[in-house]
Nanobody, 122 residues
Framework: QVRLQESGPGLVKPSQTLSLTCTVS??????????WTWIRQSPEKGLEWIGYMEYSGRVYYSPSLKSRTSISRDTSKNQFSLQLTSVTPEDTAMYFC??????????????WGTGTPVTVSS
């Protein structure tokens, strides 16, 4: 059974960098053919896809967030991380990590973390 768990600060000040880590157990983040994804949800915007790092290490970001987003990984710890720079209150959301796999030209997500709330406020 694959498990994902998000961790990181729940409160970030405006203009600072949001940093979250997803720890994966029960499966390797380098195993083919999975896409380790960050997604967020807020009442205002609903579900918003942020980006992923695939098994090979290649990354892909949402065009609307690309300039502020970085996803990296630590294979020795089986973790992948999200950094979102220059945050504003609009980045306040519940942040999820998930495992994606290809399905009919897109991705479907078979395992999710429980989510971690992040508030951007001074």
């Amino acid at each position: 059974q694959v498990r994902l768990q998000e961790s990181g600060p729940g409160l970030v000040k405006p203009s600072q960098t949001l940093s979250l880590t997803c720890t994966v157990s029960g499966g390797s983040i380098t195993a083919s053919y999975f896409y380790w994804t960050w997604i967020r949800q807020s009442p205002e915007k609903g579900l918003e896809w942020i980006g992923y790092m695939e098994y090979s290490g290649r990354v892909y970001y949402s065009p609307s967030l690309k300039s502020r987003t970085s996803i990296s990984r630590d294979t020795s710890k089986n973790q992948f991380s999200l950094q979102l720079t220059s945050v504003t209150p609009e980045d306040t959301a519940m942040y999820f990590c998930a495992r994606g796999l290809s399905d009919l030209g897109g991705l479907r997500y078979d395992f999710w973390g429980t989510g971690t709330p992040v508030t951007v406020s001074s």
